[in-house]
């Protein structure tokens, strides 16, 4: 392997690994908008639109790599669950599936926008579908913890940890679709370039 290869190298893994921190890091900075809901448990949040974010610009496994090195942080204590708090217990608790869902909404969404490519542009469907499929990925761990925690019926676990955030995520997804193509073509430059 000649000099020119090893540096390309290095430098697509600096790329990786600096974009995948900063991503984690936004994921986190998302702890500062939390606004607690009067009778749900569950807080509106940011975290879930950096997360997707994450998947929709890096692709599936550097993006699902950024959202779990954000869980592993506040798994170990750093206080970047809602509410600027941390530690393992959290995922135990109401928002705990919630939690979870959020590498799950970057790989989704990463799947299906797919990793992003120098000089190709990705198809705004597939922008779309994967920012709606990544959003809505987060539920389906995030209603059942909420069910077993809350001991309620399916219904109750609905109708507070999915209904009151729908009109929200469909702002988050809008906004993530606006943003995405051209960061995601910033990120194919520096990934593969």
Sequence with gaps: MDDSATVT????TLAATTLTALFAALIAAGTFIS???????????????????????????????????YLLAGAVGAPV???AIGGFVHFLGPTGGFLLGYPLAAI???????????????????????ATAGLLI?????VIRLKYVINGTWFQ??????????????VKA???????????RLAADHLNG
């Design 138 to 142: 987060v539920y389906v761990p995030g």
């Design 108 to 130: 989704t969404a990463g799947l299906i926008a797919g990793r992003p490519r120098p000089g190709t542009r990705t198809a705004l469907w597939r922008i779309i579908l994967g």
């Design 35 to 69: 606004i607690p809901l009067p009778f749900s448990p569950v807080p509106v949040v940011l975290q879930n639109f950096f997360a997707l974010i994450a998947g929709l610009i890096l692709g599936p496994f550097l993006g699902g790599l950024a959202a779990g090195l």
């Design 9 to 12: 190298g290095n430098r697509k």
């Design 174 to 184: 809008a906004a993530a679709v606006v943003v995405s193509p051209r960061l995601r």
């Design 81 to 83: 669950f809602a509410g």
């Design 157 to 170: 676990a609905f109708v507070s940890g999915f209904a009151p955030f729908i009109i929200g995520d469909a």
